[in-house]
């Protein structure tokens, strides 16, 4: 089994900074690829930013300038700092792997989180 668990959304006034975290856990070889999504209310889920083991990133243009993705190898934990929040950027946020290698040698594919709640609002 392997599990992506994220924490650190809330409410935040626009301007404002958030941190959101995503550790993975389980027999967990190695992740090349974590990511995060978000998902407005009456809107599709959208990629918003992913980073690869090597430390490549790819951002959305919606956010590119004011998020920041990185991750810690060592922890299998991702990290998305968000700051010059707007309401525009209100959602749920997910994180993604879209294949996790196991220590079984096996691959897990598209594992998602329960996501966390960000709202920007005044």
């Known amino acids: 089994q392997v599990r992506l668990v994220e924490s650190g959304g809330g409410l935040v006034q626009p301007g404002g900074s958030l941190r959101l975290s995503c550790a993975a856990s389980?027999?967990?070889?190695?992740?090349?690829?974590m990511g995060w999504y978000r998902q407005a209310p009456g809107k599709e889920r959208e990629s918003v930013a992913a980073v690869t083991t090597g430390g490549r990133t790819n951002i959305a243009d919606s956010v590119k300038g004011r998020f920041t993705i990185s991750r810690d190898n060592a922890k299998n934990t991702v990290y998305l700092q968000m700051n010059g929040l707007k309401p525009e950027d209100t959602a749920v946020y997910y994180c993604?792997?879209?294949?996790?290698?196991?220590?079984?040698?096996?691959?897990?594919?598209?594992?998602w989180g329960q996501g966390t709640l960000v709202t920007v609002s005044s």
């Open positions: 389980g027999s967990i070889a190695s992740i090349n690829t």
């Open positions: 993604n792997a879209p294949r996790v290698l196991t220590t079984r040698g096996s691959s897990v594919l598209e594992v």
